[in-house]
């Protein structure tokens, strides 16, 4: 029932900015951790951010600290990253994520999240 479609991607140069959307659908988006991971060709998917909706806490992978925002528009059920000051190391597969809240945190790591969107590839050129 639970449903994440991401919108936004794109391709930039390098110190550019993207804003990624993820709408939610068949689930009360605000008793649920969301989150944005990464995945480039050949390896593992990684954490981005995490937020728990009801409250607005965030989480942050120490690579995107200044850089990228996390938040959600719970009347919208819908959750943006604003990504700033990209890099090209940053090109990769883009998935929005929910999951239950574990322990009264939303980390951005794979085990607290159980329902994936399809992906938005962003590509940061040099």
């Known amino acids: 029932q639970v449903q994440l479609v991401e919108s936004g991607g794109g391709s930039v140069q390098a110190g550019g900015s993207l804003r990624l959307s993820c709408a939610a659908s068949?689930?009360?988006?605000?008793?649920?951790?969301m989150g944005w991971f990464c995945q480039a060709p050949g390896k593992e998917r990684e954490g981005v951010a995490g937020i728990y909706t009801a409250d607005g806490s965030t989480y942050y992978a120490d690579s995107v600290k200044g850089r990228f925002t996390i938040s959600r528009d719970n009347a919208k059920n819908t959750l943006y990253l604003q990504m700033n000051s990209l890099k090209p190391e940053d090109t990769a597969m883009y998935y929005c994520a929910a999951g239950q809240r574990r322990g009264g945190y939303c980390y951005p790591s794979q085990s607290y999240y159980s329902s994936w969107g399809q992906g938005t590839q962003v590509t940061v050129s040099s």
């Open positions: 068949g689930y009360r988006f605000s008793s649920y951790c």
